[in-house]
């Protein structure tokens, strides 16, 4: 599914935090978001699904079409939640069983059907690869998993209510690299489903995984491109100071 973004200004109170942004994210790609600290990359996804509504103080502008049309003009931004899932950088295990945490929303929105409701749970927990370390243990609470466990639970509780984008902030960055080369290959197999937007400090995660790498520098947009020719040939020279140094 398509997401554009169109002329997008984010501030919090006069502080201007994004500037004019403008992106296209592709279906079945993964898109990557680099920059500095304090750039504008949260603030982005956030804007991404309406979850910045829940903050205060903000100020928007401009549009965020999901296939066409603006995820500010519908009137539900639940269900805008629900079609873009947002994954965040902590590990999050809700205090229930595993299978609850994974069913948490589904059962929210209102499903009971037992049978649907299994098939759900492993399905998700399938997708997350996650299935062959739970499945015996469904019942038990989810915090006594790993925090790569967690993280990637969290992920199948965001597939859960079938969402056609999926946006995750710094997945990684509390896992050690053997958690980290699980999630990475994770989404690139749910990048053949979904749209993917990840948030990432590390440069060569987005290098590695990504198809569309985005440089984003106090809430602008430097350069965005495929992800090979954006480091091997970036065209703006602040991309080739941000990214130099790096060694292949
Ligand atoms: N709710 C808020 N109220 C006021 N300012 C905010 C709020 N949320 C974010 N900001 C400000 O917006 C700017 C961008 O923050 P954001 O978290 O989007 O950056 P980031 O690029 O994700 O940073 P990092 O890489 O360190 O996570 C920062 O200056 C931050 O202080």
Known sequence: MTLQVENLQVKFGSNE?????????????????????GCGKTTLLKSLNRTLEMEKGYIIRGKVKLCGENIYEQRDAAMIRRKIGLVFQTPVA?????????LFAVRYLGERNKIKLQEICESC?????????????????ANELSGGQIQRLSIARALAVSPEVLLLDEPCSNL???STQVIEGLLRK????????????????????????TLLMNGQVIETGETTAFF?????????????GLSW
């Open 94 to 102: 809700l205090p229930l069983s595993i299978k609850e945490n994974v």
């Open 17 to 37: 935090i994004l500037k004019d942004i403008n992106l296209s994210f592709s279906a079945q790609k993964l898109h990557a978001i680099i920059g500095p600290s």
């Open 125 to 141: 927990l399938q997708q997350a690869g996650l299935w062959e370390e739970v499945k015996d243990k469904l019942n038990r609470p």
């Open 190 to 213: 749910l990048a053949t489903q979904l749209t993917i937007i990840l948030v990432t400090h590390n440069l060569f995660q987005a290098k590695r995984i990504a198809d569309v790498t």
């Open 176 to 178: 050690d690299p053997a």
């Open 232 to 244: 091997n040939k970036p065209e703006q020279p602040a991309t080739r100071d941000f990214i130099s």
